[in-house]
């Protein structure tokens, strides 16, 4: 016998109207059993297609959730990835920058320090004031007079000066290495070339003036000028391009697989 479930079994009312439709066309006993083998066929059919359906129904929401939780997970990693990249780059150029500047400063063929050699016992007062000299180096200063005075201030502020500089390129070249996994490598390698340079730049004039070499203070500026400048600009060009491209990317970002249903 057919076995069929709660569900599919013919009620009383259902099977007396289908044996009335029989008897009155003269249907035979072989005839009922055909219509009744029929009947309950189609019915199980149908309730076997309607299972299936609902099964891939449940099937395709499960999958669906699966990939919509993928994709977000993938988004938001890569998200987060762009935004810690828009925060080092601008970081890093502004260290460089910073770097490159009080090089060039330091580095100059033309540089500045203020006439000591000429101020009086007053004027030198005010200025000590104000210096970043230690109390040592100041009372030296009292003591000296003329030529002597401004070439023992010229000396000694410049490694004040030379201490300032080592720090920011110090800041600046640590700051790229940490982060290198944010950059592209092309970049990063562009900037550990420039970090380089930048203390190739700051031995060559600090042993230059230690030693009183002229020459070599003249090397260090044509490192800052001939090698440090044009690499500068070439990262500053690619930095900006690459700050462009970031921001299209997040302005068309792909939306989620679930709006694609």
Same mark, same amino acid.
């Given at each position: ?20 439709? =029989?008897? @009155? ?40 959730? &699966?990939?919509?939780?993928?994709? #977000? ?9 762009? &935004?810690?990249? =828009? ?27 203020? #006439? ?5 016992d007053? &004027? ?63 970049? =990063? ?5 420039l ?21 070599? @203070?003249? &090397? ?17 060009s ?24």
């Amino acid at each position: 016998m057919l076995n069929l479930g709660e569900d599919q079994r013919m009620t009383q009312a259902e099977a007396w109207e289908f044996f009335k439709q =029989f008897i @009155v066309t003269g249907g035979g006993a072989a005839a009922i059993a055909y219509g009744l083998f029929k009947w309950l066929g189609q019915k199980w059919i149908e309730d076997k297609f309607s299972q299936r359906l609902e099964h891939l129904r449940q099937t395709n929401a499960k999958e669906l959730a &699966e990939l919509k939780v993928k994709w #977000d997970t993938d988004l938001q990693g890569r998200l987060k990835y762009q &935004e810690r990249e =828009f925060t080092v780059i601008p970081d890093a150029w502004e260290k460089l920058a910073d770097a490159f500047g009080l090089v060039s400063w330091l580095t100059s063929r033309t540089k500045q320090y203020a #006439d000591v050699e000429a101020m009086n016992d007053a &004027e030198l007062e005010q200025f000590l004031k104000d210096s970043e000299l230690l109390e040592t180096q100041k009372e030296q200063m009292r003591q000296r007079k003329g030529r002597d005075r401004a070439e023992y201030y010229q000396h000694t502020i410049f490694f004040h000066r030379y201490q300032r500089v080592e720090t920011a390129v110090s800041q600046f070249s640590v700051y790229a290495n940490r982060n290198f996994l944010f950059m592209p490598e092309a970049l =990063f390698v562009k900037l550990g070339i420039l970090s380089d340079l930048l203390y190739s730049a700051l031995t060559t004039v600090r042993i230059g003036h230690e030693n009183h070499v002229g020459h070599m @203070v003249g &090397e260090a500026a044509e490192i800052t000028a001939g090698k440090i400048r044009p690499l500068f600009e070439e990262v500053q060009s690619d930095m900006r391009l690459l700050m462009a491209t970031h921001r299209r990317e997040l302005e068309h970002q792909p939306s989620s697989p679930e709006s694609r249903y």
